[in-house]
């Protein structure tokens, strides 16, 4: 939602911009912009509707010299995505300039006492109220630009990350934020400033993360401060930053979203690595240790989150309930949030989210704190907002994850969960020894397994090819299958924009089987043994009416393979652990879908990676 970055330091700032804000277009992409302040001191503003290459094509024979700048890339959210509302956004007089990530929710009467002053505002975006402010209180009082943004930020509500500069004060750059992350890259006489580290790690693995309501003033040759909104110095606490460029590149892959499908055998292993012992029978996740009574005597867990990662905690609630026998509920945190929940000090909130910046998770979760609920994060950003929120809490080490679409983290946070749940259960002595040992052992052999499911790309690339052109969708699952129908069909919509519905497959019946006929292809996940029959029967009901069905199977299911039209097998493995499986195939098809119809892959249209507004 949003990427914003800045410069100050020995090399040319615009190229360091530019590919920053190619690093940061997976959070917002109808517009760019930067802004660069001149050794003459004029500050240039080149900023367009489109992707970081059209401005850049804009850009191509103007000014760019300077050393210092600001460049953003937008995501609408005040204002439709066109030149004059993208960011950069300039103060009356010329002098100050703005870049922002968020949203300014006082915005309208800021904005009527701004007039009533004398402003007049261009865009319809409330960041240009905030530069009038600045400006403002500069009209009014002598202080500098770092305290002018200090005493603006004190009459704003709302969620930011902002990065300000100043002709006036040519050697200083401020940032400052509440709600949206910030990044500060200490590298050697430069300093650089983020909405994540992918624009800063080739640079620097110093880093800071800006805490909510601190102001960072930057200098050059590197001399940087920190302070409150309360206007007390803070000290820094760097960061070694433990990222790999090739991280945040495409690796050999058409796109993201490729790479992270393809990547799961290693980023599930990461999951795992130094939590399961397969050989001792030991799970081992740090945070569940330290709060062990609290998670054991727990009398029910509520998970929070959006999206696909609502999704996974779907799947938590069957595999807590199932193996840990611990009562779950599965929340949308923006709805949570706002339904007076009753939760108590006995609670313990599991806030799941991958970027750990998600706005509602993210209220949703300091709404359970308040409410001296134990806060646990399940995420992947390090460093992010949630995951400093919580009182514990375990990253999935996926790395990067940058398609908009969510791949590699679902799988991960899935085995998170499941790695929760087994320990969980072996605690309180909910499963017996035999079947924990045996969840361990095929869990182990998870990546391995998934590699032989990703050998099956072919295939379901000719099954794509078929169905390209369909307008609607029907993914049926039952059990622990059923999120993944869910899933599945998030994915489908997300990226080809496909209208698709995941569905528990005995519920077809009270619905969505009024929409089949020869032209509804139905995808089915027939692979668990509990429900086999039951799931024969859904798929014989989709045949009488002639729907097209893509069975996903187990290998060598011959009898579900002879009714369908398609069919994928996946390896066994026991249950639990299927949806780490049976979603693969699905991810698959989506993606090749959406490259038949040609859309953008990584960068759906309307979608943000990161959701840092409500
Ligand atoms: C956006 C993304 C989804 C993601 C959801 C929640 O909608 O496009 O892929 O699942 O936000 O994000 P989080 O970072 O909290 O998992």
Same mark, same amino acid.
Request: net charge negative.
């Given at each position: 939602?949003?990427?914003?970055?800045?410069?100050?330091?020995?090399?040319?700032?615009?190229?360091?911009?530019?590919?920053?804000?190619?690093?940061?277009?997976?959070?917002?992409?109808?517009?760019?912009?930067?802004?660069?302040?001149?050794?003459?001191?004029?500050?240039?503003?080149?900023?367009?509707?489109?992707?970081?290459?059209?401005?850049?094509?804009?850009?191509?024979?103007?000014?760019?010299?300077?050393?210092?700048?600001?460049?953003?890339?937008?995501?609408?959210?005040?204002?439709?995505?066109?030149?004059?509302?993208?960011?950069?956004?300039?103060?009356?007089?010329?002098?100050?300039?703005?870049?922002?990530?968020?949203?300014?929710?006082?915005?309208?009467?800021?904005?009527?006492?701004?007039?009533?002053?004398?402003?007049?505002?261009?865009?319809?975006?409330?960041?240009?109220?905030?530069?009038?402010?600045?400006?403002?209180?500069?009209?009014?009082?002598?202080?500098?630009?770092?305290?002018?943004?200090?005493?603006?930020?004190?009459?704003?509500?709302?969620?930011?990350?902002?990065?300000?500069?100043?002709?006036?004060?040519?050697?200083?750059?401020?940032?400052?934020?509440?709600?949206?992350?910030?990044?500060?890259?200490?590298?050697?006489?430069?300093?650089?400033?983020?909405?994540?580290?992918?624009?800063?790690?080739?640079?620097?693995?110093?880093?800071?993360?800006?805490?909510?309501?601190?102001?960072?003033?930057?200098?050059?040759?590197?001399?940087?401060?920190?302070?409150?909104?309360?206007?007390?110095?803070?000290?820094?606490?760097?960061?070694?930053?433990?990222?790999?460029?090739?991280?945040?590149?495409?690796?050999?892959?058409?796109?993201?979203?490729?790479?992270?499908?393809?990547?799961?055998?290693?980023?599930?292993?990461?999951?795992?690595?130094?939590?399961?012992?397969?050989?001792?029978?030991?799970?081992?996740?740090?945070?569940?240790?330290?709060?062990?009574?609290?998670?054991?005597?727990?009398?029910?867990?509520?998970?929070?989150?959006?999206?696909?990662?609502?999704?996974?905690?779907?799947?938590?609630?069957?595999?807590?309930?199932?193996?840990?026998?611990?009562?779950?509920?599965?929340?949308?945190?923006?709805?949570?949030?706002?339904?007076?929940?009753?939760?108590?000090?006995?609670?313990?909130?599991?806030?799941?989210?991958?970027?750990?910046?998600?706005?509602?998770?993210?209220?949703?979760?300091?709404?359970?704190?308040?409410?001296?609920? !134990?806060?646990? +994060?399940?995420?992947?950003? &390090?460093?992010?907002?949630? #995951?400093?929120?919580?009182?514990?809490? =375990? @990253? $999935? %080490?996926?790395?990067?994850?940058?398609?908009?679409?969510?791949?590699?983290?679902?799988?991960?946070?899935?085995?998170?969960?499941?790695?929760?749940?087994?320990?969980?259960?072996?605690?309180?002595?909910?499963?017996?020894?035999?079947?924990?040992?045996?969840?361990?052992?095929?869990?182990?052999?998870?990546?391995?397994?998934?590699?032989?499911?990703?050998?099956?790309?072919?295939?379901?690339?000719?099954?794509?090819?078929?169905?390209?052109?369909?307008?609607?969708?029907?993914? !049926?699952?039952? +059990?622990?299958?059923?999120? &993944?129908?869910?899933?599945? #069909?998030?994915?489908?919509?997300?990226? =080809? @924009? $496909? %209208?698709?519905?995941?569905?528990?497959?005995?519920?077809?019946?009270?619905?969505?089987?009024?929409?089949?006929?020869?032209?509804?292809?139905?995808?089915?996940?027939?692979?668990?043994?509990?429900?086999?029959?039951?799931?024969?029967?859904?798929?014989?009901?989709?045949?009488?009416?002639?729907?097209?069905?893509?069975?996903?199977?187990?290998?060598?299911?011959?009898?579900?393979?002879?009714?369908?039209?398609?069919?994928?097998?996946?390896?066994?493995?026991?249950?639990?652990?299927?949806?780490?499986?049976?979603?693969?195939?699905?991810?698959?098809?989506?993606?090749?879908?959406?490259?038949?119809?040609?859309?953008?892959?990584?960068?759906?249209?309307?979608?943000?990676?990161?959701?840092?507004?409500?």
């Amino acid at each position: 939602m949003c990427g914003i970055v800045a410069y100050i330091g020995h090399q040319q700032a615009y190229p360091v911009l530019i590919k920053g804000l190619q690093r940061l277009e997976y959070r917002g992409y109808d517009s760019a912009g930067v802004a660069l302040l001149t050794p003459q001191t004029d500050i240039l503003v080149y900023k367009q509707k489109g992707k970081v290459r059209d401005l850049q094509e804009a850009v191509k024979n103007q000014p760019t010299k300077s050393f210092i700048g600001i460049g953003h890339t937008r995501w609408a959210t005040h204002g439709e995505p066109n030149d004059v509302n993208a960011h950069p956004h300039t103060s009356g007089n010329g002098e100050l300039v703005i870049i922002h990530n968020g949203i300014i929710e006082n915005y309208q009467p800021l904005r009527t006492a701004l007039i009533r002053e004398g402003h007049s505002f261009e865009s319809e975006t409330d960041t240009e109220i905030l530069i009038h402010l600045i400006e403002e209180i500069q009209n009014k009082e002598a202080v500098s630009i770092a305290e002018a943004v200090r005493l603006a930020l004190s009459r704003v509500v709302g969620a930011y990350a902002i990065v300000v500069l100043d002709k006036k004060e040519p050697n200083t750059v401020v940032a400052a934020r509440k709600g949206s992350p910030l990044v500060l890259g200490i590298g050697k006489n430069e300093l650089f400033l983020a909405s994540d580290a992918s624009p800063i790690i080739e640079y620097t693995k110093n880093v800071v993360y800006i805490n909510d309501e601190e102001i960072v003033i930057l200098h050059p040759n590197g001399e940087f401060a920190i302070k409150s909104i309360d206007n007390e110095e803070q000290t820094p606490f760097i960061q070694y930053l433990d990222m790999e460029i090739d991280s945040i590149e495409k690796g050999g892959f058409p796109h993201y979203m490729l790479k992270e499908i393809h990547q799961q055998p290693t980023t599930i292993a990461d999951a795992m690595r130094g939590r399961l012992n397969v050989q001792q029978g030991i799970i081992t996740l740090g945070g569940v240790v330290e709060y062990e009574n609290r998670f054991k005597n727990a009398t029910r867990l509520t998970i929070i989150a959006c999206g696909t990662s609502w999704i996974a905690g779907l799947i938590g609630e069957y595999l807590f309930e199932d193996l840990a026998r611990i009562p779950t509920e599965v929340e949308y945190a923006s709805e949570f949030r706002y339904r007076n929940p009753i939760i108590n000090n006995q609670d313990v909130i599991i806030a799941i989210s991958q970027s750990g910046e998600t706005a509602d998770t993210l209220a949703a979760l300091e709404l359970s704190k308040e409410k001296d609920a !134990l806060t646990y +994060g399940i995420c992947n950003v &390090v460093g992010s907002s949630i #995951a400093r929120a919580t009182h514990a809490g =375990s @990253y $999935i %080490h996926a790395g990067p994850e940058i398609g908009v679409a969510s791949t590699k983290a679902f799988t991960g946070q899935v085995t998170l969960l499941t790695l929760m749940a087994l320990q969980l259960a072996n605690k309180r002595g909910t499963i017996s020894n035999t079947y924990y040992f045996q969840l361990l052992r095929e869990l182990e052999q998870i990546p391995e397994k998934i590699k032989q499911v990703l050998a099956a790309e072919a295939k379901i690339k000719q099954i794509a090819e078929l169905w390209k052109d369909c307008p609607n969708a029907l993914y !049926l699952g039952r +059990g622990y299958n059923y999120p &993944v129908a869910l899933e599945g #069909a998030l994915k489908l919509k997300e990226i =080809s @924009y $496909i %209208h698709a519905e995941g569905y528990p497959a005995a519920e077809m019946k009270h619905g969505p089987i009024a929409l089949i006929d020869e032209n509804m292809p139905v995808v089915i996940i027939a692979t668990n043994d509990s429900t086999r029959d039951k799931v024969i029967s859904n798929i014989q009901e989709v045949k009488a009416r002639k729907g097209k069905i893509l069975a996903i199977i187990k290998e060598n299911d011959h009898d579900i393979a002879a009714l369908a039209d398609h069919f994928i097998e996946i390896p066994d493995t026991a249950e639990p652990l299927s949806p780490l499986l049976s979603v693969v195939p699905l991810q698959l098809l989506a993606y090749h879908i959406a490259v038949f119809r040609g859309c953008n892959i990584d960068q759906p249209r309307n979608l943000a990676k990161s959701v840092t507004v409500e």
